[in-house]
T-cell receptor, first 114, second 113 residues
């Protein structure tokens, strides 16, 4: 099993550009989520999904969109990138919504917005 | 709101024990977790403890929970250079029937020979 796969690993954007961070898991996990990691701030939840067709906002959702059309995929879209979105982004999944603490993480996507 | 706090750095000699501390605020948390992040990698779940437990041991890892003081600690016995990483504690916060994890800022453990 590949686990949780994120692409791209690195990306540089100019302010105002849009892009999509891809996340796929092959473990048939019900729950998927996106976090951003910033120095001195730990990980903050952006959006999450408890199943296909269901998404909800986390702690810092502004500037990001998500969709969950299949169980496997959970892309994160930046509509108009801003320098404040420079961060490392992690996708994580777990078996079910009631066990979201047992997360499996991808390797991260490092985004720089100039 | 929920908040999880950790010290930023810890430096220990190889072979010694490491103790990483964490305080949290949400007294309704059901589980508390420890994650490890090695350089350039995602987080990996190390262990977790249910809120009605005081202690959990798993090989070199010992987790202690003081619910009264809302204090969680992770002890690593016989610390090795491979234990050098960032360690995150996290608490679960139930919201709309879904647990959300609240992470601390992480403690960077450096092990020197």
């Amino acid at each position: 099993n590949a686990g949780v796969t994120q692409t791209p690993k690195f990306q540089v954007l100019k302010t105002g550009q849009s892009m999509t961070l891809q996340c796929a898991q092959d473990m048939n996990h019900e729950y998927m989520s996106w976090y951003r990691q910033d120095p001195g701030m730990g990980l903050r939840l952006i959006h999450y999904s408890v199943g296909a067709g269901i998404t909800d906002q986390g702690e810092v959702p502004n500037g990001y969109n998500v969709s969950r059309s299949t169980t496997e995929d959970f892309p994160l879209r930046l509509l108009s990138a801003a320098p404040s979105q420079t961060s490392v982004y992690f996708c994580a999944s777990s078996y079910e919504a009631s066990r979201t603490g047992e997360l499996f993480f991808g390797e991260g996507s490092r985004l720089t917005v100039l | 709101g929920e908040d999880v706090e950790q010290s930023l750095f810890l430096s220990v000699r190889e072979g010694d024990s490491s103790v990483i501390n964490c305080t949290y605020t949400d007294s309704s948390s059901t589980y508390l977790y420890w994650y490890k992040q090695e350089p350039g990698a995602g987080l990996q779940l190390l262990t977790y403890i249910f809120s009605n437990m005081d202690m959990k041991q798993d090989q070199r890892l010992t987790v202690l929970l003081n619910k009264k003081d809302k204090h969680l600690s992770l002890r690593i016995a016989d610390t090795q250079t491979g234990d050098s990483a960032i360690y995150f504690c996290a608490e679960s916060a139930v919201s709309y029937n879904t647990d959300k994890l609240i992470f601390g800022t992480g403690t960077r453990l450096q092990v020197f020979p």
